[in-house]
């Protein structure tokens, strides 16, 4: 019995001392508000205050009218909080990828990023959880019967379940990683990865399990997730790093995001002549039910952005300098991601276009063509509320911890 | 232990909507709450004036098609969605998380949001009301004044509903989904 005690005691100690030795630098309050005071800076930070109160009036209004405060309709029940979860967890499953081709695969080259895009891989999807419980209608329920009454055929089930395993997996690949500890950075970093990559093509399953949806239905979503997945994390990275360096980078930053750009390039490269083929047999044939919708999204602004900002821009700044301007790729990410967000969005709401139609008209009324959505204010607040997490707690973060390569590297 | 199913001899519908009318009372639908339970579909003629297709004009009484195969209940990630003892597709409240997934993955449009309990709610062939009470009909069936629907056991072989459906020539929604759905249309 005594040495029961002794050996938890020793046990205690040890988690004790593991968590007490994790390099974290000493900041209070005011550390938070000493930035160099910068237009930009001072803007970014005026951003951040107002979106998080634009958070709290838009969850404010959540709580006392429910979904009725926000856009939705029984036809069209899924809208911007689900694509904006969509987008903050493919930003962290992407910057996932990018942290670990240095420390999982090895590829030196990549090491000085690992630690920072880890650590943004865990602030996003935490943005994308605090989104997502105020789309949820009941996510204490959830929490408990997903564990009682778990519906293993649901990929809603899968990709919540794994994501809630992705998100711990980081975490601790993360402080092995600010320990220095890279055998156990790089297990721990395997397992997420493989975790993150499962969750994520789920994601893309709960779209394209969907039968009577035939514009999203099959194998296209859970593969294409994966794919735009990486493509977000190498624009993210250019976005942190551009942020790191102030675009002064440095010969090893340099050669990185140069490599980047070319790896980016060949990803856009394969998108585009994914989505190509996708349109093209989604119109072939002329199936109701998908070659319409297909031909109505050609004709949509929200599709242009998408393909135009999140693909075409990207793609010519790299292509027109072979890889080599990542000053210009910088300010091209920005314009990536505006079109990542659309392509989360179209996602979410072409999924949802085609009305089901089961003869719900009166007489003398003709039958609604396509289902109408637009986000109210609510959710745009909730959304913009979720970035203004995202960015307050990547700043804190830099503030607490060294999220440049060690030296010892 | 039954298989509960229901005919609609739906060209025998006159669209007076009493069905909509008794199950709203029946099982304390909502106001407001149009065409969401339960709904007559009114098909306009095919054609253009003289040459209508009169026949197309058809009204289409719908509503849960409580399938065997039900996709809302594969998608559901707490088992909120399950089959009853009689094979009816019902919601258990508690464990519904509000997600919408049985929503969209629903080919029927047949789920709404109960503002009451703030959980996806549905047809349950009344059998939280009528058939909890012992009745043998559901509320839709037993107002139709043009006996419309015939609710009953698909397995009994000496049930109205399955001497009709031996009987009469009939066919199912959307059934290339292979959802395999329990409410039948009669032509």
């Not at chain 1, 790191?244 to 394969?270: D, H, S, T, W």
């Not at chain 2, 043009?146 to 009939?170: A, C, M, Y």
Request: with cysteine.
């Amino acid at each position: 019995m005594a040495e029961a005690t002794v050996k938890k005691e020793g046990i205690v100690a040890q988690v004790k001392e593991f968590i007490t030795t994790i390099p974290v630098n000493k900041i209070g309050i005011k550390d938070i508000f000493n930035y160099p005071k910068t237009p930009v800076n001072n803007l970014i930070a005026l951003l951040i205050v107002l979106f998080l109160a634009m958070f709290a009036i838009g969850v404010g209004n959540y709580l006392i009218h429910g979904h009725h405060a926000y856009g939705v309709t029984r036809q069209h029940p899924w809208g911007l909080l689900i694509a904006v979860y969509i987008f903050f967890v493919v930003s962290s499953t992407g910057l996932c990828i990018v942290g670990s081709l240095g420390d999982v695969f090895g590829f030196k080259d990549y090491e000085m990023i690992s630690k920072r895009a880890i650590f943004g891989s865990i602030v996003t999807i935490m943005a994308g959880f605090a989104v997502i419980a105020f789309e949820i209608g009941h996510p204490i329920t959830m929490l408990i019967y997903n564990v009682l009454t778990p519906g293993l055929r649901s990929a809603i089930w899968w990709m919540g379940t794994l994501y809630g395993l992705y998100l711990t997996f980081m975490i601790i690949e993360f402080v092995f990683l600010l320990k220095h500890d890279m055998k156990s950075a790089k297990i721990f970093g395997l397992a997420g990865l493989l975790i993150g990559l499962a969750a994520h093509s789920n994601l893309g399953g709960v779209f394209g399990f969907l039968n009577t949806r035939l514009i999203s239905n099959g194998v296209f979503y859970p593969t294409y997730f994966i794919l735009t997945a990486f493509i977000t994390g190498i624009y993210l990275a250019f976005i942190m790093m551009g942020f790191r360096y102030k675009l002064n980078f440095p010969e090893n930053a340099k050669k990185m995001l140069v490599n980047l750009a070319k790896i980016q390039g060949l990803l856009l490269a394969i998108l585009m002549f994914f989505e190509t083929w996708k349109m093209l047999t989604g119109v072939y044939g002329g199936m109701p039910g998908r070659a319409d919708v297909v031909e109505h999204i050609l004709t949509t602004p929200p599709f242009w952005v998408e393909v135009i900002a999140g693909m075409l821009i990207p793609f010519i700044i790299i292509i027109s300098s072979k890889g080599n301007n990542i000053k210009g790729l910088f300010w091209g990410s920005f314009i990536g991601m505006v079109g990542i967000f659309f392509m989360r969005y179209d996602l979410v709401h072409d999924t949802q276009l085609k009305p089901l139609q089961m003869m719900k008209i009166t007489e003398y009324q003709l039958p609604p063509k396509w289902v109408e959505y637009f986000p109210s204010a609510s959710e745009i607040m909730i959304s913009l509320g979720g970035l203004g997490l995202c960015l307050l707690l990547y700043y804190v973060g830099t503030k607490l911890f060294n999220l440049d390569a060690d030296e010892a590297h | 232990m039954a298989r509960y199913g229901m005919a609609l001899d739906y060209k025998n519908c006159i669209n007076c909507k009493a069905c909509e009318v008794a199950c709203k009372e029946e099982n304390g639908v909502l106001l407001g709450a149009d065409k969401h339970r339960i709904w007559v579909g009114a098909n306009n003629p095919d054609g253009v004036w003289p040459n209508l297709d009169i026949a197309s004009a058809a009204f289409m009484p719908s509503q849960c098609q409580h399938c065997e195969e039900a996709p809302c209940e594969e998608v559901c990630p707490t088992h909120a969605t399950y089959y009853d003892e009689n094979g009816v597709v019902r919601v258990d409240s508690d464990k519904c998380i509000l997600c919408s997934y049985c929503m969209n993955a629903c080919p029927y449009d047949a789920r709404y949001v109960d503002d009451r309990t703030v959980t996806v709610d549905k047809c349950t062939f009344c059998s939280d009301t009528r058939l909890a009470r012992g009745e043998t009909t559901t509320a839709c069936q037993n107002t139709c004044p043009t006996k419309v629907r015939t609710f009953g056991d698909l397995d009994d072989p000496e049930s109205e509903i399955s001497i009709l459906l031996k009987t009469r020539d009939h066919f199912s929604l959307k059934a290339h989904l292979g959802t395999k759905p329990k409410l039948f249309y009669l032509t």
